[in-house]
């Protein structure tokens, strides 16, 4: 965790990240990567001398609606952002949850730690993950060097893709300080079915119908009766729900489509755009689950196998992208969670809670992923310890 | 383009490689003779030919890692293989090492529509993906031109578009998974079926290395449910100006067509001449606008795209009535290629994006070009994306041509670099613009994607030659001097 009497280097440049990561190569001396600092308390950074803050790297280099695609420096807010596109009539495709309030935190997320932890909302299914939107960049990695990798345009094969190496490594390769993202319009409307009281299992076969369906459904979500008894909804039953988002004409026939094939899970209600909106900021924020005691993972399996999470470990659950995504508050034994995810070929992260954040690897996917670190960061500069590997 | 100078003590063993080869890979899985490794002597840039010591067939992973570990135990240089229809020379045999062709691979797996996926061998085809899942109304979105050569395996190491990538996405938005066999013969699986996987998306970094980190031997790929309908609309323009104005009020207007495709006039007027589609041979630019879903979505959408074109004063606008109707749209713009074939003796095909505000400039700085060079070149174009194909026609017979056309082609690339644009967009680096990586990437940007490759493949047996304009050794490149109170790694070599 946090080191609070670690001193906090705020840089403006890219050059001065570099100089403060080279600098602190040659000392011996390690790092611990901050933008918003919203997700600071998943992955325990150990031993860090001090504290790399991006949060004076905030300015959007270039934003061309017409060409989907905006640049900017990581410690850019995610509110900001959104608001920005909101106004052009886009969007950030991956939906990125904010997540400050979930994990406790006092400040804003920014747009660097949302891809630099690849988090992506209930959007995912359809349109892709953070890592799928993320174009190019530029980064200091560990050896205090700045390098470039991708590109400012939708479509590139030039070189490895770094961005996705980056997206997800939760700034234990390299420090961004650039990044480009692929932005699309906004979909005009949306509307969301709503269906009662299914069990977990039934209400895994109504997400998948609707995923088998052509109805290019955004967003699948369940809460259990207990997960949905808790604020914001505060109901009685389980709720499951299907989003549709698109043109007007476009979303009432996929709509009557859907309703007329989900009739044997029974009743279904719609919500209008304007609840459905809300409704989905609670899924992606997992309001349900917050403010809760207890250890909170969050679990990725086989989205058709999502409903043997809670069978298997108890606990209240949240599922998100038809099941692939499961928040779970549990008090299972770390290890028993760990062991049954990833039976069921997904893994686990501990969101909350005393313990180990990451999946630990193993094998030759461990060493491999060791070499890739002393690829990018020999000497272990940066964020040391935060994916339990050292 | 120069390759790597072959090892000629190495070409010398070959009755040895091939005699260990055949002890791994038993029957008729390693080829030697010299008339049976002439079908691998290229790939789909076939100016370039090379003759390597042996081609291997392995019908296993456990093969495959046999394979590998020999090689790299013996120093012997690998080139994966695919279908061969890679453009950029990915492909293309080194003559001091042997071709790991995957085409016996070529078994779907498991057909998983719980999860909306399909796990299947890397020497399937990328269009029998969709073969074997359209029945149940599904399909396997990207979709090379070459897809009905092209495998997935080669796919994943070129992370291949298709004219449906801007809605769809490329190669990697599609892949959940795969399995690959490193140089050292471990075996790594990388994803699954869930949405994301455990550590370093190393899965992402694999995809589009062009063979050079992994040999991939398995792949779990997202199946789409096909749209209800779908519908082609025929735009033609007075000027390549009006026609991309009009691509950027389509998607200003919050419409992202699932293809939006661009053909300059000698483009029109080859394709036209070659299957008659019905397109407009008397205007500059025409666009090819598919938009998919719903049959209400594709009513509202193409009549917004209609009075789009109309407010550019655009001069043909037609909307496909029928599904035979939408597909003679399409078979122009399908046949784009063969057609330039008619038209020239030969043609060279490039890949570049640029931000497509640029397009006029561009295409009117390479119709400037090509006069300098007296060379014709037609253009084809993913508008919706900025991936551009310009044809260069010249012919091979004629001395000094192959040269004049790879010189605009190299010109081509530069002018989309400056720009803001990249060397290619769908084709990848290759042989073919390896030496132009330098205009995208400094020496420090190249030598850490190069510490990537080190990580994977530290003796630099995996398809080496490609990609890289210059291959560093991996003890070089890791190197690092800490000196107390010293500048930041004053010995780091800086290329």
Redesign the interface.
């Known amino acids: 965790m946090l080191d609070v009497a670690a001193p906090m280097e705020k840089p403006k440049t890219a050059g001065e990240v570099a ?1 403060i990561v ?2 602190a ?4 001396r390690k790092l611990e990567i901050v933008g918003g600092g919203t997700k600071r308390g998943i992955g325990a950074v150990r031993g860090a001398d001090a504290v790399l803050s991006l949060v004076s790297l905030a300015k959007v280099i270039d934003y ?6 905006l640049t900017a420096q990581p410690g850019v807010k995610l509110a900001a952002l959104e608001k920005l596109v909101a106004a052009q ?1 886009q969007m950030l495709p991956f939906e990125p949850p904010h997540l400050a309030k979930l994990l406790g935190a006092g400040g804003q997320p920014t747009l660097g730690g949302a891809l630099a932890a ?1 988090l ?1 909302g209930p959007r ?2 359809r349109t ?2 953070a ?2 939107h993320f174009l190019g960049l530029q980064a200091v ?1 560990g ?7 991708g ?15 980056i ?3 939760w700034g234990t ?1 390299a420090v961004l300080t650039e990044v480009t993202i692929k932005v ?3 979909p ?1 409307t949306e509307v969301t079915l709503l269906m009662f009281g299914l069990d977990d299992r039934r209400a895994g076969e109504a997400m ?1 119908a609707a ?6 459904v955004s967003g699948t979500a369940h809460l259990p009766a207990a997960t949905a008894s808790r604020p914001p909804l505060g109901g009685e039953m389980a709720v499951t729900a299907i989003r549709l988002e ?2 007007e ?2 979303v ?3 709509g009557d ?1 859907l309703v007329t094939l989900l009739g044997r899970f029974g009743r279904v209600e719609l919500l209008d755009a304007g609840h459905s909106r809300e409704f989905w900021a609670h899924i992606r924020e997992v309001e349900a689950l917050q403010g809760g005691a207890g250890r909170l993972w969050r679990i ?5 196998d999502g409903w043997r999470v809670g069978e298997q470990l108890g606990g209240e659950a949240l599922y998100d ?1 038809g099941g ?2 499961v928040w779970l508050q549990s008090e299972a034994d770390p290890a028993q969670v760990r062991g049954v995810v990833r039976a069921l ?3 686990a992260t501990l969101y909350r809670g005393e313990g180990p954040a ?2 630990p ?1 193993s ?3 461990a060493t ?2 060791a ?6 960061d ?2 272990g500069v940066l964020n040391p310890g935060r ?1 339990g590997q050292g | 383009m120069k390759m790597p100078l072959p090892d000629a003590a190495l070409i010398a063993r070959k009755g040895q490689i091939v005699r260990a080869l055949k002890r791994l890979v038993r029957g008729e899985g390693v080829v030697g003779d010299p008339a049976g490794l002439v079908p691998f002597e290229s790939d789909g840039l076939s100016a370039y030919r090379q003759t390597p010591i042996a081609v291997v067939l392995p019908e296993t992973t456990a093969q495959v890692a046999a394979v590998l570990a020999w090689c790299q135990a013996n120093g012997v240089k690998v080139v994966p293989r695919g279908a061969g229809t890679s453009l950029s020379g990915g492909a293309l045999p080194l003559q001091d090492g042997i071709v790991l062709g995957m085409a016996k691979f070529n078994r779907i797996l498991e057909v998983d529509y719980g999860n909306r996926c399909a796990v299947v061998q890397p020497g399937v085809t990328n269009l029998a993906i969709t073969g074997a899942v359209e029945a149940d109304g599904f399909y396997y979105a990207p979709d090379p031109s070459s897809q009905i050569a092209c495998t997935i395996g080669g796919n994943v190491a070129e992370n291949s578009g298709g004219v449906h990538c801007l809605k769809y996405g490329l190669t990697t938005n599609n892949l959940l998974g795969c399995e690959i066999v490193l140089m050292s013969g471990e075996v790594v699986r990388l994803g699954g079926k869930g949405f994301d996987a455990a550590g370093y998306d190393l899965m992402g970094v694999v995809t589009g290395s062009e063979g050079l980190l992994g040999v991939v031997t398995e792949v779990t790929v997202r199946l789409l449910t096909k749209p209800q309908t779908a519908r082609a609309m025929l735009l033609g323009f007075a000027s390549v100006e009006a026609a991309g104005a009009t691509v950027a009020d389509i998607i200003g207007a919050g419409i992202i067509p699932a293809g939006m495709e661009m053909m300059d006039r000698p483009a029109i007027v080859a394709a036209e001449a070659f299957v008659g589609a019905g397109y407009p041979t008397q205007a500059e630019a025409l666009l090819i606008v598919e938009l998919d879903g719903p049959e209400a979505e594709c009513a509202e959408l193409s009549d917004h795209v209609a009075d789009l074109a109309k407010t550019r004063g655009a001069t043909t606008i037609r909307a496909s009535q029928s599904e035979a109707e939408r597909l003679a749209f399409w078979a122009g713009r399908k046949a784009a290629f063969p057609a330039v074939g008619r038209i020239s003796p030969d043609y060279y095909c490039m890949d570049g994006t640029i931000p497509r505000r640029e397009l006029p400039h561009v295409l009117s700085t390479i119709t400037q070009m090509g006069l300098e060079y007296g060379l014709g070149v037609a253009n084809v174009f993913h508008a919706g994306d900025g991936n551009l194909h310009p044809l260069i026609l010249y012919d091979a017979d004629k001395p000094g041509q192959l040269e004049a056309a790879e010189a605009f082609g190299a010109d081509i690339l530069k002018l989309c670099v400056a720009v803001g644009g990249v060397l290619t967009g769908e084709h990848g680096v290759g042989v073919e613009k390896r030496d132009l990586m330098g205009e995208m990437f400094s020496d420090v940007d190249l030598a850490c994607q190069q510490r990537v490759k080190c990580a994977f493949d530290p003796d630099l047996l995996l398809n080496p030659g490609k990609v890289f304009p210059r291959l560093h050794r991996c003890a070089e490149l890791g190197r690092v001097h800490v000196h107390r109170g010293a500048t930041a790694f004053p010995e780091l070599p800086r290329f």
Request: proline residues 7%; without cysteine.
């Open positions: 100089q080279a600098d190569g040659s000392a011996g061309a609606p017409e060409e989907l695609v009539g690849n992506s995912r299914i892709g993950a890592r799928d990695t050896r205090g060097e700045l390098v470039r990798a590109g400012r345009v939708v479509k590139n094969v030039t070189g490895y893709d770094l961005s996705k190496l997206a997800g490594s390769l699309l319009p906004a005009r998948t995923l088998r369906a052509p109805a290019e698109g043109f004409a476009s009432a026939a996929r489509g990725s399996v086989p989205p058709a992208w692939g995504l070929g997904g893994h990451f999946e690897l094998g030759p996917l491999l992923t070499r890739v670190k002393a690829a990018f020999p000497l994916l």
